[in-house]
């Protein structure tokens, strides 16, 4: 999975961090923006 191998490419970010992501976010292509994502995750 491509966006695993993004993931868990990031400094201090790790296997299961990168597990974690997916696991929340699902599809992460279906955000059309970072913005969009960010609002999902309720960070601003």
């Known amino acids: 999975m491509a966006e695993y191998h993004i993931l868990s490419s ?4 790790g296997d299961v961090t990168a597990v974690q992501i997916i ?3 699902g599809d992460i292509r279906r955000f ?3 913005k969009q994502l960010s609002t999902f995750t309720g960070s601003f």
């Open 10 to 13: 990031f400094p201090r970010s």
């Open 23 to 25: 696991a929340e976010v």
């Open 32 to 34: 059309n923006s970072s």
